[in-house]
């Protein structure tokens, strides 16, 4: 039906085209072109930052430390955030009961999230410290953030050990990912499947 819809609409473009002359035939074309054309579709798109380690010591004996933070653009479009959090380590409970808690020590993660300019002059909009098997746990925010560059970092020790019995064989592991969303409007005839451009981009 689309099809035949299209065809007939193009026999009455034709027709008007040598009916008509000068301006009014061209703004005919034109009003029947963006009939055709698919309208703007809005949608909420997520955008992604963080880290998944895996620790390998090797024949060290000392555990690894893995240190990193990376920058998120919050802007006045950003509707919701979302952090997820992971941490393994294999034995720990064990271990913890047998020598007490100094594997606290060199077997750890701790994560923060910083509102802009806050960093080391307050508290964090967020923090989690992990010295044992944490379960992936999910924190949500939907609220008014604060405009501005925020910064999610990460500080972590552990241990990989890969020995000759798989049985024997264990590796420290965390996972932090902080997701916030955003408006996106999708032009069909400009984007390729699943593009779009940030409302925010738009509105500049």
Same mark, same amino acid.
């Given at each position: 039906?689309?099809?035949? &819809?299209?065809?007939?609409?193009?026999?009455?473009?034709?027709?008007?085209?040598?009916?008509?002359?000068?301006?009014?035939?061209?703004?005919?074309?034109?009003?029947?072109?963006?009939?055709?054309?698919?309208?703007?579709?809005?949608?909420?798109?997520?955008?992604?930052?963080?880290?998944?380690?895996?620790?390998?010591?090797?024949?060290?004996?000392?555990?690894?430390?893995?240190?990193?933070?990376?920058?998120?653009? @919050?802007?006045?479009?950003?509707?919701?955030?979302?952090?997820? @959090?992971?941490?393994? @380590?294999?034995?720990? &409970?064990?271990?913890?009961?047998?020598?007490?808690?100094?594997?606290?020590?060199?077997?750890?993660?701790?994560?923060?999230?910083?509102?802009?300019?806050?960093?080391?002059?307050?508290?964090?909009?967020?923090?989690?410290?992990?010295?044992?098997?944490?379960?992936?746990?999910?924190?949500?925010?939907?609220?008014?953030?604060?405009?501005?560059?925020?910064?999610?970092?990460?500080?972590?020790?552990?241990?990989?050990?890969?020995?000759?019995?798989?049985?024997?064989?264990?590796?420290?592991?965390?996972?932090?990912?902080?997701?916030?969303?955003?408006?996106?409007?999708?032009?069909?005839?400009?984007?390729?499947?699943?593009?779009?451009?940030?409302?925010?981009?738009?509105?500049?």
């Amino acid at each position: 039906m689309r099809g035949a &819809s299209k065809a007939l609409s193009l026999a009455a473009l034709l027709v008007l085209s040598m009916l008509s002359s000068g301006c009014l035939a061209l703004s005919i074309q034109r009003e029947i072109i963006e009939d055709w054309r698919e309208h703007p579709v809005h949608i909420d798109k997520e955008v992604t930052a963080g880290w998944s380690e895996t620790f390998d010591t090797g024949a060290t004996v000392e555990s690894v430390i893995y240190q990193n933070e990376t920058v998120i653009q @919050f802007d006045e479009t950003v509707s919701e955030l979302t952090i997820n @959090f992971r941490a393994q @380590f294999p034995y720990s &409970s064990t271990i913890e009961e047998l020598i007490g808690n100094d594997t606290n020590e060199i077997r750890y993660v701790e994560a923060r999230l910083w509102q802009p300019n806050t960093k080391g002059e307050g508290d964090p909009f967020w923090e989690v410290r992990a010295t044992k098997d944490h379960p992936l746990e999910r924190f949500e925010w939907r609220t008014d953030f604060i405009i501005g560059d925020w910064i999610l970092e990460v500080e972590a020790r552990g241990y990989g050990v890969t020995a000759p019995v798989e049985q024997l064989s264990f590796h420290d592991h965390f996972d932090l990912y902080a997701t916030i969303t955003k408006p996106c409007v999708r032009f069909p005839q400009s984007h390729e499947p699943g593009e779009c451009t940030f409302l925010s981009e738009l509105n500049d």
